[in-house]
């Protein structure tokens, strides 16, 4: 097993073209906070090829099972930890994440972190360098957890913007650490995470067991695709409980064209680059003896996979996943899925043509970050850095951004009073949403 300290001078020698490539990336990104997480996790995949394979969570005192609350934010997993003493803190639990990440730069001092390697990375234009970490092993506390040489990646400055798209405080993310040793149940209804040894999970299982792959700290399963042709492919799928979208299918337009229906659409940043594509619907998605039908999908346009990614044929994100109650259990390569009571309900897609964040001591601000062309709301005239202040006559700072998304995606022809700040004036707006897909 590589020091740490070995680890640090291995990536500036011989990485460094490539971490100049990520950063790039990073540095667009802070214009793209709804991509946010689609970089991070290209820097975390390159952190983690290095990282000791030790790292890990275990249960304190010879506990057989542990319940950890969680916070689901824009359909994401919010879970509260310490490091190093210091917190608490909020950490986005991610699967298949390999290196733990503090996006909180602030952390560095605050955690006393003394023993850590500085990566300068020059190049990227504009005069402007940057800088990166990766720590030795920290100490990270959740109640009842004892953590083993897990060591963090950092970068100087927050380029993410993680808590203006949450909302609310958002520290770092932490995955494969977590899921490695132990399995775990997640319960969307009560906003629990169940933590057991694997062999205690038995009485836990209570659904359909479905075999998953571990390649390079991620989580593969295999799915039925049933596209509205009526063309039907088996697929190799990320198991992304980072990933918002229902569902994204990689390379597929060649092989089966896009379905009749379909948006283009800004999918991101990934790690060639920003990702352009389109949304549509599949006919179904078989996970098991589950069939999940006319899921809203992302087609992201062909290009040929990084080197660095494992070939897949795309992933399965949380609008699926949270419509089950969850086991993943990594020391036997199996999930588990029992249908919660929304599985049948109708996916949608956001109406309004609007992305936004929130902002400000209290991230009480909601500003407007992209009006995607030909929408509702390019239609009344909304534009980038607009701040929306109301929605039928009620703030949105007593609003959470959550709340903001499921009105915009609520009933096609629905009308909605905005009232905006534009160019230094309140104005009232009427905005008609418009199913797209």
Do not use: W
């Amino acid at each position: 097993m590589l020091l740490l300290g070995i680890i640090a001078v291995y990536l500036v020698t011989k990485y460094k073209r490539l971490l100049i490539r990520l950063l790039h990336i990073v540095k667009r990104l802070a214009q793209n906070r709804a991509a946010a997480r689609a970089a991070i996790i290209s820097i975390l995949l390159l952190c983690s090829s290095f990282a000791a394979n030790a790292q890990y969570f275990d249960l304190q005192g010879g506990r057989k099972r542990l319940n950890i609350p969680f916070r689901m934010v824009r359909d994401m997993i919010v879970i509260q930890l310490n490091i190093n003493e210091k917190g608490p803190f909020n950490f986005i639990l991610d699967s298949g994440v390999g290196l733990m990440l503090i996006t909180d730069p602030k952390l560095v001092d605050s955690l006393n972190i003394t023993n850590k390697r500085t990566l300068k990375i020059s190049g990227l234009g504009e005069g402007e360098d940057y800088e990166a970490y990766i720590t030795s092993s920290l100490k990270v506390d959740i109640p009842g957890l004892n953590s083993y040489d897990i060591a963090a990646a950092i970068l100087k400055k927050d380029h993410f913007g993680l808590s203006n798209y949450a909302g609310m405080p958002i520290h770092g993310l932490i995955g494969y650490e977590f899921f490695n040793n132990l399995a775990v149940k997640i319960d969307f209804s009560d906003s629990t995470l169940t933590v057991s040894k694997p062999k205690y999970i038995r009485s836990l299982r209570r659904g359909t067991r479905i075999p998953i792959a571990i390649e390079n700290r991620k989580p593969f399963i295999q799915a039925k695709i049933t596209f509205p042709n009526g063309v039907k492919s088996n697929d190799k799928l990320v198991l992304d409980l980072g990933a918002g979208h229902p569902l994204s299918l990689e390379n597929i337009i060649s092989k089966h064209g896009l379905p009749q229906k379909f948006i283009a659409a800004n999918l991101g940043v990934g790690l060639t680059g920003p990702i352009e594509g389109f949304i549509s619907r599949v006919k179904e998605i078989d996970l098991g003896k589950y069939k999940i039908k006319n899921v809203i999908t992302s087609f992201p346009e062909e290009r040929p996979h990084d080197k660095f990614f494992e070939p897949r044929d795309g992933n399965l994100g949380m609008k699926i996943l949270k419509r089950f109650t969850l086991i993943i259990d990594y020391p036997d390569s199996a999930i588990y899925l029992k249908p919660a009571g929304d599985l049948n309900e109708p996916f949608e897609h956001d109406m309004s043509g609007l992305e936004y964040y929130s902002t400000g001591t209290d991230y009480n601000h909601v500003i407007i970050s992209r009006v995607e062309p030909g929408s509702a709301a390019d239609e009344i005239g909304l534009e980038k850095d607009d701040e929306i202040i109301a929605i039928n006559f009620k703030p949105v700072s007593s609003m959470t951004l959550e709340q903001i998304d499921a009105l915009f995606r609520s009933q096609n022809d629905r009308s909605l009073l905005l009232e905006i700040y534009h160019d230094k004036r309140l104005d009232h707006v009427i905005i008609t949403l418009k199913r797209r897909v």
